[in-house]
Each structure stands twice: as C-alpha cells, then as structure tokens.
C-alpha cells in the first residue's frame, strides 16, 4: 500500500499529464465507529491508495470554500476556523490563486502566499479546477487542482464538487447521481434543499471569502453530522440544511 503522500503525488502527476477534464472520485466511508477509511480513485481505474484515519466517536468533518483569487488574508482568516474546529477535510471550487481581471486587485493579493498556507495542509485538501486556474497554478500546489469534477461520498452522501463555469444550476450533470451539488464562480451563497418533483438535488454554493457579491458578507460552507452550514468569517451560521441520501 502506498503512502497518503504518494497518493497525491500519483493523482498529481494524472493532473499534470492528462487533460482538465480528468476528475478524481473522492470516497469516504464510514468503517467502524473510530475508523474512516479515505480513497483516491483516478478516472483511469489503475490505482486505489487509501489512508486510515482514527477520528475517535466524531463525523467526518469538511469545510467548503470557494474563489479565494489570491487573497491571504481571507484565506488565513477560513484557514484559522478550520485548525480551530479540526476540519478532517478542505474542499476548494477552484480559482485560488489568480485574482481574475473581472474581480480587481483582493485586499492581500499574494498568491504564493496562498500557495504555502495551502501546501501545508496538502495532504487535508481536495479541490477542482475554476476558470482562473493554469497549469502553472497547478505546478505550484502539491495537489491536484486539474479535474473538471470531483465525487466525494460520505456516510452514504454524494456531492458532486465543481467550480460552476462547466456545470452549474443551468447545466447540472446528466451522471453520476448525487444528492448535493456544490460549486462556486457566482461569489453568491447558496443553500437550498433538494427538489423532488424535478429530482434536483439539494444545492451548496459558499460564496466567496475574497469577492463576495449580492450584498453577501464574505463566506465559507461547512459539513459534519449530516448537517450543512453556510457561514460567516466568525464561524456565525447564516443558514443549515439537513440532508439525507437521496431516494429517488
């Protein structure tokens, strides 16, 4: 068995060498009542690496967040909630580094500032490739950024992570199933419950902690314990949603 960190080297290799469309199925599951058990699946179905993690009795822990562009200070402000609460897993919707010509020049605008404060936690991040993200970006980051989508399961949830220039509310995938769907790029939060009559699933945007738009206050989103949570840079909810496996 490969080490964590030879995992992600492996799926950054797939990152560097395959196109943007390559994604990577994200799989958390829960083993026992102290046990979670996380893998890394390629698209090319070769290698399974996998990493035990002991949590003792608590939830998967996961925060989402969204267009950083290159700011460190909202960056480190996200950052400093998640060691705090001891986040298992940080989840990005891509445009991390480039501030974007739309956008204007973020407050702390440092992107190999957010590089390191990134790299640091390596090993803890899974994210997808936005708009504003090069293969330059990517040569920077130790993980991979390339993936159009990513597919992560936990306890029997299934959120199809995307930046929103691809898929998006007026474009949502045909496959695979899912019963959250979560993207950035709009810099507007989001949480709405799943719609059974049409089959949508329930959807999560958390909005942008650098450039946040429709009269929002910067934000971030947070999952544990079957709950998920849009929230404030002090961690205050705006928002919750409850979600179940869809049945339909």
């Known amino acids: 068995m490969k080490s964590f960190q030879q995992a992600l080297l492996y799926q950054l290799s797939c990152a560097n060498n395959h ?21 890394f699946l390629s698209q090319f179905g070769v290698n399974l690496l996998c990493k035990t993690h002991t949590y003792g009795s608590h939830t998967m822990k996961i925060l989402f967040l969204s267009d950083i562009h290159g700011s ?16 298992d897993l940080l989840v990005i919707l891509g445009d991390l580094l480039n501030y974007g010509p739309r956008n204007g020049l973020p407050d702390g605008l440092d992107a190999p500032g957010v590089v390191d404060l990134l790299n640091e936690r390596a090993d803890k991040i899974l994210a997808v490739r936005g708009n504003c993200d090069s293969e330059v970006d990517q040569m920077l980051l ?20 995307t930046h929103g220039h691809i898929y998006n509310e007026q474009c949502l995938p045909q496959a695979p199933a ?43 989103a947070t999952w544990s314990s079957g709950k998920l949570a849009l929230r404030t840079f002090d961690g205050q909810v705006i928002r919750t949603l409850d979600i179940l496996p869809c049945e339909f």
């Open 19 to 39: 196109s943007p469309q390559s994604h990577v199925l994200f799989f958390a599951r829960k083993v026992g009542s102290s046990e979670r058990k996380i893998s």
């Open 72 to 87: 460190v200070p909202a960056l480190q402000t996200v950052l400093q909630f998640f060691d705090q609460h001891h986040f």
């Open 142 to 161: 130790h993980f991979p950024i390339q993936g159009t989508y990513a597919l992560l399961v936990d306890e029997g949830v299934k959120f199809f992570l």
């Open 178 to 220: 899912c019963d959250v769907f979560v993207y950035g790029h709009t810099h507007v939060m989001r949480l709405e419950a799943a719609d059974e009559e049409t089959h949508r699933p329930a959807i999560l945007n958390p909005g942008s902690p650098t450039f946040p738009k429709g009269g929002n206050p910067p934000t971030f």
